[in-house]
C-alpha cells in the first residue's frame, strides 16, 4: 500500500514537468504580480477553504532505534470572513484538521483552530487586538518528542502612535496552555503575561531604527513542581528595507531572566530576533530568520533551554505557475542542568538538523498543490534522544 502512494506523488511529479511547459505558452507574469493578494479586502466577504494531505513519515515516534512509518492523511476544512470598515478590518478563521494514521490508530486526532483579528486605524493612532485558540494533539516544540494533546490561547492588543518620524507603540499579550491527555504534563500549565514599548524613529527614508522594552511574568498552575520566572528584555535594532532588495526586522540586546526558586540556574544572555528577505528577482528570493533566546523546558529539572536557530527558504519560480524551494534548519539547544541518561552524567546538548526541497504548482488563483521531501536529525551528546525522520508530504489547497 505504501508503494503505491509512493508511486503516485511520483507520477505526480512527473506530470507537473511535463505540463508546466504548455501553461508557460499562454501566460508570462510570475507569482509575485499575478497572484498578489489584496491587502485588505474593498467589501465583506465569507472565503471557504479546504486542504487534503497526504504524508508517509518512517519515524512516527521519533525513536532513536526500531522506527514505525505510517502514512497520514489530513482533511483541514476552513472558512474566514473579512469585515472591512472605513480604514478598519475584522478577520476572523476556524478550521478543523481531521488527521487519520493509517496503521497507528491511537494518533488519530482531530485539532481545532480559531483565530480573530481587528485592526483599527484612527488617523495617527492603531490598534490591533487578536486572539488564536489551537486544541491540539501534536508535539509542543522541537524538544518533544510525544504527541500531547493541549489547549494554546494566545491574546493581545497592541497600540501606536505614528507622528512624523517618531512612532511608539505598547503591547499586552496573554499565552496560556493547558495539557489534556497526559497527567504528567500537567505540571507544565502556565499562563505568561507579556508587556513591551517601543520605540522607533525613521531615520533613514525607508528603514526605521527601534528601542524596545519587553517585560514578561510566567507563572504556572503549579509553582512547587516548576518555577515562575520573570524576565526583563532590553532590545535595540532596525525595521525596513535595509537595501533596495532586501528588506528585514532584526532586534538584538540582552535578557535578564530571573527565576523564583532559588536553586535554578536564572538566564542572562543577549538575544537575537531577525527575519530577513532578499529578492534577488522577480523569479528568485531568499528568506532567512536567525534568533537566540530561552524557552521553557519539559526535560527533567530544566527550567529553561538555550536556542540558536538558523532557518532559511530559497524559492525559484521555474515558470509563472510552478515554484521550487530549497528549506533548511539548524539549531542548537543547550540546557543548564547536569542529567544523567544510561549512567552518564553531563548538561544535555543537541544539535537539530532539517534540509528540505519542494514544488508548488498554481493550478488557480484559487488552487495550490504543493509537494515536499523533508529530512530532519537531531543529533545529541545523549545517544537515547538522537533520531532521524524522513517525510514526504503531497497536498493540495483551495481557497474560494
Not at 522594552?213 to 518555577?227: E, G, H, L
Not at 528577482?281 to 536567525?290: E, G, M
Not at 530549497?326 to 547536569?338: D, S
Request: hydrophobic share 35%; glycine share 4%.
Amino acid at each position: 500500500m505504501k508503494n503505491v502512494y509512493l508511486i503516485v506523488i511520483f507520477v505526480f511529479v512527473a506530470c507537473l514537468i511535463y505540463i508546466q511547459p504548455l501553461y508557460a505558452l499562454y501566460e508570462t507574469k510570475y507569482i509575485y504580480e499575478y497572484y498578489e493578494t489584496e491587502p485588505k479586502p474593498e467589501k465583506a466577504k465569507i472565503s471557504p477553504w479546504g486542504e487534503i494531505k497526504l504524508q508517509y513519515d518512517d519515524n512516527i515516534f521519533l525513536d532513536p532505534s526500531n522506527e514505525k512509518s505510517d502514512i497520514i492523511l489530513t482533511l483541514t476544512p476552513g472558512i474566514t470572513a473579512y469585515l472591512p470598515f472605513s480604514d478598519n478590518l475584522l478577520t476572523l478563521d476556524y478550521h478543523v484538521d481531521f488527521v487519520r494514521f493509517m496503521d497507528n490508530s491511537s494518533q488519530n486526532t482531530t485539532n481545532h483552530n480559531a483565530f480573530g483579528n481587528l485592526q483599527l486605524n484612527w488617523r495617527d493612532v492603531t490598534f490591533n487586538i487578536y486572539d488564536n485558540f489551537i486544541r491540539t494533539f501534536d508535539r509542543p516544540s522541537t524538544e518533544d518528542v510525544s504527541r500531547v494533546k493541549r489547549d494554546d490561547n494566545r491574546a493581545g492588543i497592541t497600540a501606536g502612535v505614528q507622528k512624523d518620524r517618531l512612532g511608539i507603540q505598547i503591547g499586552y499579550e496573554n499565552f496560556t496552555r493547558d495539557y489534556k491527555s497526559d497527567s504528567v504534563y500537567d505540571q507544565y500549565d502556565r499562563t505568561d503575561h507579556r508587556y513591551s514599548f517601543m520605540v522607533t524613529h525613521q531615520t533613514f527614508p525607508k528603514t526605521k531604527l527601534l528601542l524596545e522594552y519587553d517585560f514578561n511574568q510566567t507563572r504556572y498552575d503549579n509553582n512547587i513542581a516548576r518555577s515562575d520566572s520573570d524576565y526583563h528584555q532590553i532590545l535595540v535594532g532596525a525595521i525596513g528595507n535595509l537595501t533596495p532588495k532586501t528588506t528585514a526586522t532584526i532586534k538584538t540586546g540582552y535578557q535578564f531572566r530571573n527565576y523564583e526558586q532559588a536553586s535554578l540556574p536564572d538566564f542572562n544572555s543577549w538575544v537575537l530576533y531577525s527575519d530577513i528577505v532578499h529578492t534577488f528577482s522577480h523569479k528568485n528570493a531568499l528568506k532567512l530568520s536567525l534568533s537566540k533566546t530561552a524557552y521553557e523546558s519539559t526535560y527533567g529539572l530544566n527550567n529553561y533551554y538555550d536556542v540558536t536557530s538558523a532557518s532559511g527558504t530559497f524559492d525559484h519560480f521555474f515558470t509563472y505557475k510552478l515554484l521550487g524551494f530549497i528549506t533548511g534548519l539548524y539549531q542548537i539547544h543547550l540546557y543548564p542542568i547536569e542529567t544523567t541518561e544510561s549512567g552518564v552524567t553531563k548538561k544535555r546538548k543537541d544539535e537539530y538538523y532539517s534540509l528540505g526541497v519542494g514544488l508548488k504548482y498554481y493550478f488557480r488563483k484559487w488552487l495550490t498543490s504543493t509537494l515536499q521531501l523533508e529530512h530532519i536529525i537531531r543529533d545529541s551528546n545523549f545517544s537515547t534522544f538522537d533520531y532521524t525522520q524522513n517525510l514526504v508530504t503531497l497536498s493540495a489547497k483551495a481557497v474560494f
